[in-house]
């Protein structure tokens, strides 16, 4: 293919992603494009299963059966947009198996906020809450994403994940209606999991280095710190219902741009986390490299009988 032949195909592209046409997997679009979205779209299919984990610590340990029977539904819709996501990934000619590696091998990366303990029952409802919240917010506009299979995935997702955050809201409100131990427990669970949640939205848009051109191809519709404010202003009303304090001196109203200001981020212990250097990040991959090797067999039978079976 030409230089000019090249150039008219970049120029047809743009102005589909101009007109807010979706990108099919067969349409042609700039390698770049395809690389950044297979980077996305995997980093968001490995943060959904690595998502399992924390959660599951909890399915044995649930405080009634109604709570164990909501869990394990929660913990099964995950692995669910982990494999609706692999999927869209798999349509840009990636292999699943070349996903994995990448993810095992420590070159792509997954949502920091999983690499955080899940130290009490609080933490699954402060979860639900916060992080279920936090990923709403950010995914909700991916709806609309210029690549057609990552936004039609999209759209049962956050109709599922609407349902774990009201999931973990309601867990919150039970315990803060409950006894004054309760309360704290969930008092506790905010004050560890706010920062991280404010963190997993990325760094500022000033520090990002992806931000600009995803907005460009329309992959994102708002930035960083556009979505980390529309989750404060959204979830500090919610925690006032509670009863319980977003662990924030410097948070307050600002009349004059109708959001909350708030309180500088330790974008230090975020940058640590994310080169893998969080209080769980070696015990999360070691848990999902067991996995999968432990599960070779399984995918030896079914590759072996499907292959007998043709």
């Known amino acids: 293919m030409t230089e000019t032949q090249i150039k008219i195909l970049e120029a047809q592209f743009e102005?589909?992603?101009?007109?807010?046409?979706?990108?099919?997997?067969?349409?042609?679009?700039?390698?770049?494009?395809?690389?950044?979205?297979?980077?996305q779209m995997s980093q968001h299919a490995h943060s959904e299963i690595i998502g399992m984990?924390?959660?599951?610590?909890?399915?044995?340990?649930?405080?009634?059966?109604?709570?164990?029977?909501?869990?394990?539904?929660?913990?099964?819709?995950?692995?669910?947009h982990g494999l609706y996501l692999y999927s869209a990934c798999e349509t840009l000619g990636i292999t699943r198996e070349e996903l994995y590696e990448q993810l095992h091998s420590g070159k792509a990366k997954y949502s920091s906020i999983f690499n955080y303990p899940t130290i009490t029952w609080a933490d699954i409802g402060a979860i639900g809450w916060l992080v279920d919240g936090a990923a709403i917010i950010n995914q909700v506009p991916l709806c609309n994403t210029s690549f057609g299979p990552y936004a039609c995935a999209m759209v049962r997702v956050c109709k599922e994940e609407s349902f774990h955050q009201r999931q973990g809201y309601e867990i919150m409100l039970t315990l803060c209606k409950g006894t004054v131990e309760q309360k704290?427990?969930?008092?506790?669970?905010?004050?560890?999991?706010?920062w991280p949640a404010l963190m997993m939205l990325g760094p500022t848009d000033d520090?990002?280095?992806?931000?600009?051109?995803?907005?460009?191809?329309?992959?994102?519709?708002?930035?960083?710190?556009?979505l980390r404010q529309q989750f404060i202003d959204q979830t500090v009303p919610q925690a006032d219902i509670l009863g319980i304090k977003?662990?924030?001196?410097d948070l307050k109203w600002n009349a004059d741009k109708g959001s909350y200001d708030f309180g500088e981020i330790d974008w230090d212990e975020f940058w640590q986390v994310v080169k893998g250097h969080g209080p769980?990040?070696?015990q999360r991959m070691k848990a999902?490299?067991?996995a999968w090797e432990n599960g070779a067999w399984v995918r030896d039978a079914a590759m072996a009988y499907a292959e007998k079976n043709k």
């Open 184 to 194: 704290a427990m969930a008092q506790d669970a905010l004050n560890r999991w706010w």
């Open 280 to 282: 769980c990040n070696k």
């Open 207 to 226: 520090q990002s280095v992806h931000t600009a051109q995803s907005m460009k191809w329309k992959l994102k519709r708002k930035t960083n710190d556009e």
């Open 246 to 249: 977003i662990p924030d001196s």
């Open 288 to 290: 999902r490299v067991s």
């Open 53 to 80: 984990l924390p959660e599951g610590n909890w399915i044995s340990r649930a405080p009634s059966l109604r709570r164990k029977v909501a869990l394990l539904a929660k913990v099964q819709d995950e692995a669910g």
């Open 15 to 39: 102005a589909r992603i101009a007109n807010d046409e979706k990108i099919e997997p067969k349409d042609w679009m700039p390698e770049k494009y395809r690389k950044t979205h297979i980077r």
